[in-house]
């Protein structure tokens, strides 16, 4: 089932995390973070944007997340996106089920962009984003040092709604957190497979 995350998912979620820190330069994190340091992070980002689990059995399999792409407000409109998976849930279609409802509540709090950043090659990570409607926006070349070489990043974005000449201001997740609306998603989401 996808839910909203609580700062007691940190510990399982920086399960999921620590092995794509230490054996892979998907993220540029080069220290692992521990357990409280992932709980500020569930709290922190909760005031404004959505933090998504996905959980059987009272395990969590794996996260999502977004955060604001830059700090001028000018920028309040579009956000960065993450996703990370358990490295024994993949290719089960999890990954696209729990992607798909956080842009759905990303459209819900008035974001009309959404931004993926991708540790290139990243084959996986690509045909996910474009699966979900991504197109490539650009190419940062020798972006990070990681594992004793220079990765490139490529940054995919996907318009969720036609912004409109004059934007409402953003909804802040905690005003959506208690809805029906958000309930509805995520049970949907849950539920079945849907297309981008």
């Not at 999921?16 to 820190?21: E, L, M």
């Not at 340091?37 to 709290?43: D, L, T």
């Not at 279609?93 to 959404?114: E, K, P, S, W």
């Not at 969720?160 to 934007?167: D, E, S």
Request: some cysteine.
């Amino acid at each position: 089932m996808i839910r909203i995350a609580t700062p007691h998912d940190a510990a399982a979620c920086h399960a999921i995390y620590a092995p794509i820190v230490e054996d892979s330069a998907i993220t540029f994190e080069t220290g692992l973070p521990g357990d409280d340091a992932m709980r500020e992070r569930i709290v922190a980002r909760m005031q404004s944007y959505p933090w998504l689990v996905w959980e059987e059995n009272g395990t969590v399999l794996a996260y999502a997340y977004c955060g604001r792409f830059r700090e001028r407000a000018a920028y309040d409109w579009i956000a960065e996106t993450s996703i990370y998976v358990h490295g024994n849930a993949r290719r089960r279609g999890i990954a696209r089920r729990l992607y798909a409802t956080l842009l759905d509540v990303m459209n819900m709090q008035r974001i009309n962009q959404a931004v993926g950043v991708i540790t290139l090659p990243g084959e996986t990570s690509v045909a996910l984003h474009e699966s979900m409607g991504f197109t490539p926006a650009g190419i940062w070349r020798d972006a990070g040092y990681k594992l004793d070489r220079w990765w490139d990043v490529g940054v995919w974005q996907k318009t969720l709604h036609t912004p409109p000449a004059v934007p409402a201001p953003l909804i802040r997740f905690p005003e959506l957190a208690g809805s029906p609306e958000l309930a509805d998603l995520l049970a949907i989401g849950s539920a079945a497979t849907r297309a981008p």
